[in-house]
């Protein structure tokens, strides 16, 4: 066998992948390589490591003789070679630099990086004289880096030691830079400092990352304050290009001043006065948080410092600034959204990543520090501690967070030494994976087990992190003993009012009842409630979410399935917390059918159920309580509760739509009207027929939750019954069944109102068909005509249903249309109705059903289309708005633009009288004009937390657009 072949094979046992590869670079290096072998099978990546020595000993082929005799030399060299191609990269260029290698310490980066470019460290202000000073800065770093690295990866150094070094050398070249700067631009007349932030002002920095800095600048004595603000303005320019200029060497990495006032639309450089204005006055919440991480790093540290004492105290007082709490929930939400757009892989923003951990922090510190100064750390896993000690987190999340934050930031550097490049992703390869598992002492398995390592770490954190602001509230409150520190009383109600609770005592006592106690269910709402309350923060209201759980835990806590239901269903309890938090109305439901909560677990439970089924069960139960009518009522009137909470959730889950929730709750009424008459009817049934004829809102399929039922009571003696029997019958009929919708019962009432029948109030409450039709030949006027274009069979006798509506169709769809007369009164009477109708103090503008562009508006010109045309247009012929808009088009009687106008608007103001309802638990016609009102309803409506202003220039553009097209169609003008 050839020896190339053993020697391959040989190769491959000691862990090489590619042993014949391996086995050719041995054989074609310039020195013999065999008694270094050995050595490579303990690194990473030992074909790695072995492309990049024998590049080395071609260039330094005394590089051998020093390996032999310096083993800690030569663990820390091939360690580096075995994990980063980039530091090989460099040391083939600088082989000198080895050496460095073998020091135990190195001395002051600052010093050294400024010797490099030719400045004298002593100096008050080092200027670089260096013919190349950029490339000889960065030969300079990359050594101490490749030291700090294999230091690193042979355990010498600790993962907080490694991050302050590189925030250290990050601070030392940027100072050279700045002599760089200074080189170019005469700063004698400008004092300049440079104020790390991020993870270089926490000292937490990775190996390649933005160094994240702001620019302060003062003049100095005598100097005009303009000129050394454009002098420091150049000198920061020169020493940002200085970093990311490229060169044979590369580049350092981007200096990155976006965190300054006004970003990057604001100057680059500011005075330290000019500094405090802006964060006094415009600052927001996300400014201060990243403000906890400023520390001076170069240039005058005098300056710098003074500038870090004065916004310190605005730091710690954030949480008193106006709209904090709503900041503070914004920047949850991004970060959430962050994790949810990122990939799983992503090792910063993906689910459990590192700015999971680092933000919850972030925040924690800003809504505590302010009372506790203990808390005031700028690095993450210092400040996590404090926090843990203080009380303010569970001291075993602390340690599971901190585990997974160090583990995650050891993998991320990692892969940042690699190619020295930017990154976060975790790679699919397998040798990329396998070099990752070995680096990190995974021998047997490393591919498996960093892979399940890494999953499990996130998933954790992800976990901890959920919880990471609720579970000290369950502590704060609980009687159980603990040995560690609680969150005090104080530092509870703090919590939760920057997390949206505005009755956080309140809150505090709800937790209390919920969770104290040793018995299993206080046990399960323990381990629920973190949970869920980060899930009501997020609702519109909070504070009603929570004591909507309460309320509902006290009804159902015994059930044995309600809460292993929460519990195990995390659909049940997200879309329970979402509803809770947004709608009274349906709040007010589950108090009374609380085994509803059943129905959220999937959208297929929500969606609306075929008016048969339900004809069927209100049926069913009406059967069942024959003989007693208020029971039976009773049994309906709950399954009418029961699917007004279904198409409630339905709705406030986005899952329908406003025409869908009006058809919904329009056919339920009409099957709540069928079975209360079928329970009412009784021995009437064998006097005269009876049928119940919907009207308005009903009519048109278009009901509110808040709607009445407009209807009409019509009636037909049977053959051989006298009619005066007949109609009293009949009256006594429509009396029983109000009485019955009407008694006193926990759901909301379904009041039927008969008003719209002939001569109204004064009129009989019931009619034979022939009395409709003599009144309607002889006395109706033409509104009665424009009401009747709503009339529909609802309940009762089909067929006599049928005839009425076939009676009235002569009416309400007149053959010839209307006469010009008849026109002109109907805009009359809309005007009239505009000036006379509208409540006394409300804003016509904000006024849904009787404002400009509102319902009202939309459904006359609806009508007018409808009463002049439907006569002789039989696609006119329906009771529904939207649908005679769409008829009018298919017609040629309306343009399509002015159809797409009106629907907007009105189904923009159908969804707000909707909402008002949801979400008061009581009807409303006006866009509230109190700010905490609408912020809740536009919420409801689906805009952002601070979108309230946003929901109301959209109602206030919908209906003005819709005004000018009434004007224009309805009105003639």
Not at 844 to 859: A, F, I, M, N, R
Request: hydrophobic share 45%; with cysteine.
């Amino acid at each position: 066998m050839p020896r190339i072949e053993s020697t391959a094979a040989r190769l491959a046992k000691l862990g090489f992948a590619d042993g014949a590869r391996a086995a050719q670079l041995v054989r074609q290096a310039p020195a013999g390589l065999d008694d270094v072998l050995e050595s490579l099978v303990d690194v990473a990546d030992p074909d790695l490591a072995l492309v990049s020595l024998t590049r080395l000993t071609e260039r330094e082929p005394a590089v051998l003789d020093t390996l032999r005799h310096d083993e800690d030399l030569r663990t820390r060299l091939l360690a580096v070679l075995g994990v980063s191609a980039a530091l090989g990269e460099h040391l083939v260029r600088h082989p000198g630099q080895i050496a460095l290698l073998a020091e135990p310490r190195l001395g002051e980066a600052r010093a050294e990086l400024l010797r490099a470019v030719g400045a004298e460290p002593d100096a008050a202000e080092p200027v670089a004289t260096e013919a190349d000073a950029l490339v000889a800065l960065r030969v300079a770093y990359r050594g101490r880096l490749t030291h700090l690295a294999a230091r690193d990866l042979t355990g010498q150094a600790t993962l907080q030691e490694v991050m302050a070094e590189l925030s250290d050398l990050a601070g030392a070249a940027l100072e050279a830079a700045l002599a760089i700067a200074r080189a170019e631009t005469d700063a004698s007349q400008v004092r300049l400092a440079v104020i790390g932030m991020g993870k270089c002002g926490a000292r937490e920095l990775n190996y390649i990352s933005d160094v994240d800095v702001i620019f302060v600048a003062e003049p100095r004595e005598g100097a005009d304050e303009a000129k050394a603000l454009r002098t420091a303005t150049r000198l920061a320019q020169a020493m940002m290009r200085a970093c990311t200029a490229t060169t044979p060497e590369g580049s350092l990495w981007e200096v990155d001043a976006g965190l300054r006032p006004e970003g990057r639309s604001g100057p680059l450089v500011r005075t330290l006065g000019s500094h405090l204005a802006y964060y006094r006055r415009w600052a927001k919440t996300w400014e201060f948080q990243a403000l906890l991480k400023a520390r001076p790093v170069a240039g005058d540290l005098e300056l710098g410092a003074a500038y870090v004492e004065a916004v310190n105290d605005m730091v710690w007082s954030a949480a008193t600034r106006e709209r904090f709490v709503e900041d503070v929930q914004a920047m949850r939400r991004r970060v959430e959204a962050h994790v949810r757009a990122e990939g799983e892989r992503q090792l910063k923003l993906g689910p459990g990543g590192l700015r999971d951990i680092e933000f919850a922090v972030q925040l924690l510190q800003l809504v505590h520090g302010r009372l506790d100064p203990l808390l005031r750390r700028r690095a993450t896993l210092p400040a996590l501690a404090a926090l843990s000690r203080g009380g303010y987190v569970g001291r075993d999340d602390s340690r599971g967070l901190a585990e997974a934050y160090s583990y995650l930031r050891q993998v991320e550097h990692l892969l940042q030494l690699h190619r020295l490049r930017r990154t976060h992703i975790v790679p699919t390869g397998e040798a990329d994976l396998r070099r990752l598992g070995r680096a990190l002492g995974m021998q047997t398995d490393p591919v498996g087990e960093f892979t399940a390592r890494w999953r499990r770490h996130a998933m954790e954190a992800r976990r901890l992190h959920e919880k990471l602001f609720y579970r000290p509230l369950l502590q704060a409150v609980s009687r159980l003993q603990e040995s560690e520190a609680r969150l005090s009383a104080t530092a509870a109600a703090a919590r939760l009012e920057a997390l949206g609770y505005v009755d956080p005592n309140g809150a505090l006592r709800h937790l209390a009842a919920l969770t104290s106690g040793v018995s299993r269910r206080a046990a399960i709402q323990r381990t629920l409630l973190p949970v869920m309350l980060g899930w009501f923060a997020d609702t519109p209201d909070p504070d009603a979410a929570l004591l909507g759980f309460r309320q509902v835990s006290d009804k159902l806590g015994s059930t044995p399935w309600y809460l292993r239901l929460l519990r195990d269903e995390t659909a049940v309890a997200a879309r329970m917390a979402r509803v809770l938090g947004t709608s009274r109305y349906a709040t007010g439901l589950l108090m009374h059918a609380p085994d509803a909560i059943t129905m959220l677990g999937s959208d297929q439970e929500l969606a609306v159920r075929p008016v048969e089924s339900l004809l069927g069960e209100a049926s069913a139960a009406v059967s069942r309580h024959a003989g007693n009518p208020e029971t039976a009522v009773a049994a309906v009137r709950a399954l009418r509760r029961k699917e007004l909470f279904r198409t409630a959730v339905a709705d406030i889950s986005g899952l329908v739509g406003i025409e869908t929730v009006g058809a919904a709750l329009s056919a339920l009424t009409d099957v709540t009207l069928q079975a209360a008459l079928d329970a009412a009817l009784g021995k009437a049934a064998n006097v005269t027929s009876f049928a119940i004829i919907a009207m308005g809102r009903l009519g048109g399929m278009e009901c509110s939750y808040a709607s009445d039922a407009d209807i009409m009571f019509v009636h037909s003696p049977l053959p051989g019954v006298e009619e005066r029997e007949a109609t009293d019958a009949a009256f006594a009929v429509a009396n029983e069944l109000r009485r019955l919708l009407s008694l006193p019962a926990p759901d909301p009432p379904l009041i039927i109102d008969p008003d719209l029948r002939p001569e109204g109030r004064q009129g009989p409450l019931v009619r034979t068909l022939a009395s409709y039709r003599a009144y309607y030949s002889r006395w109706s006027s033409p509104w009665e005509s424009q009401a009747l274009l709503r009339a529909r069979f609802s309940a009762g006798d089909a067929e006599l249903g049928a005839a009425f509506v076939a009676m009235i169709d002569e009416l309400r769809y007149p053959q010839g249309g209307l006469h010009d007369d008849a026109v002109r009164e109907i805009r009359r009477l809309k005007a009239r109705m505009e000036a006379e109708r509208l409540p006394r103090g409300a804003d016509p503008g904000l006024h849904t059903k009787l404002g400009p562009g509102g319902l009202s508006d939309v459904e006359w010109v609806a009508q007018l289309l409808q009463l002049c045309h439907a006569g002789t247009l039989p696609s006119l012929r329906t009771t529904r708005t939207l649908g005679a808009l769409r008829a009018a088009v298919a017609e040629g009687l309306l343009g399509p633009a002015d159809e797409a106008v009106l629907a907007e608007a009105w189904r923009f103001a159908s969804r707000i009288r909707d909402a008002i309802m949801l979400v008061r638990g009581r009807p409303g016609d006006s866009v509230p004009r109190d700010a905490g009102q609408r912020k809740l309803l536009a919420q409801t409506l689906g805009y952002p937390p601070d979108g309230s202003e946003d929901f109301l220039d959209d109602y206030r553009r919908v209906t003005r657009r819709a005004r000018l097209v009434v004007d224009r169609v309805f009105y003639g003008g």
